[in-house]
């Protein structure tokens, strides 16, 4: 009896599941013909794939497919590292005392960095982030096949974060340029660089904001107008590539937003149109030229509103031209709300600062502003820093656009002084904005006596953020002061 019921009860379950076996059958041929758990089959990830006759679909249509943009970028991307040397004593200190010799030392390395950079012409140019590479004696940039080079440092611009390497290379591979303004939100873009220490990391994300200011540059003349990313980047990624889909650099990676040092969340790189552009000054001028339209603003925000009776929040209200100042001559006033930059809507001052950017000195921008409820439009010729629109020419050994010189014997008998440097050249630049003259002598810079040219550098380096006092002889004689407000 108990063995005829165990064989009915297995018989049952084997029937049980071949019921079972046959409804699950049934039930996944009617999942493959509803329509609601479409699955994009493989042929259509193909088809969205890069080809060299045919170009991906703009970002956000279907499947995007990342892997020939990380194959274009990744061998454009180096490894920079840098250090600093300092001195160790050589010998023995105690029998150098008894034996009087004379100290010994060497230069050794006393710290060491590592970043990221971005090839951007076949002949060897690169960009990072200035702060990478500040402060160093030696600079070796490392490509991605492990072959290594000494680099040299064209210029730097600590106001955008950026600096312009150089080594000695042809037939580089590089990125080419896209245009940062035209990124959209949500829109692919991949993060490329050496985070860690580790070659060729690349990460995977969408732009999550632009025209990001974040307060993190104390410079006076700091231009921060970031594009926001959530691909992952940490420490050694700065100076690295941000680009799209079509592997088109549109961003130098510089910043995270993070309690802990490391990536939580957010990054922020500086867009390429600014980068092109202080490249391109570096490279053709020795030093960025800053375009300024001349005005005390502020953001248009719901506070602002209310308080200057304004119809809408967004553009940047003017609270004063400066008087000669380019939107003062143009016939900007105060109470405008400057809403257009050549037609590109600005709503924030980081939006207001990235289009700025983007011209030099002597450049006629149209300033679409909001006056009595109408808009009008204000051709406006910008000026560089020193209230003119001349550029400032870095190619040369000047400081701040002066050459200067020791005094003569003769200068000294003269004016009756035993220290001072006398200007022998002057171009535009901050010293010939001041009023300064060739011949003038420079004798003090603040309260620090100058008696050669690495004197006044040293002292206006020390001074740079907190305002400069000059003590001046003038080429007839006469003792004066000037103020030279800091630019950094």
Known sequence: MTVKRSLITLGLGIAGGCIAFIGMDMLREDQQESPKYEILSPVTARQAAFTTSSQLP??????????????????????????????????NPLLDFFYGHAPRTREVPRSMGFGSGVIVSEDGYIITNNHVIEGSDKITVALDNKKEYEAKIIGTDPNTDIALLKIEEKGLPYLEYGNSDDVELGEWVLAVGNPYNLTSTVTAGIISAKARGLGINPSKMSLESFLQTDAVVNPGNSGGALVNVRGELIGINTAIESPTGSYTGYSFAVPANIARKVVGDLKEFGV????VIGIQMVEVTDEVVKKMDLDEIGGIYVVEPLKDGAAYKAGIKEGDVIKYINDVEVKTVPEFQGQLAKYHPGATVKIGVKRDGKLKNFDVVLQNTYGDTSVVDGHT????????EPISREDRYRYGINKGVKITELKNGPFKALGLLKGTIIVKVNNVYIYDKEDLIKALKIAENEGVLLTTISPRGRVEYFALSPQN
């Open 288 to 291: 960025v030229q800053r375009a």
């Open 397 to 404: 050994d000047g400081i701040l656009g002066a050459t200067v």
């Open 58 to 91: 703009a970002a956000g249509m279907g499947s995007v497919d990342l892997r020939e943009a990380a194959k274009k970028t990744v061998p454009a991307v180096v490894h920079v590292k840098t250090v600093q040397m300092g001195e160790a004593y050589v010998g």
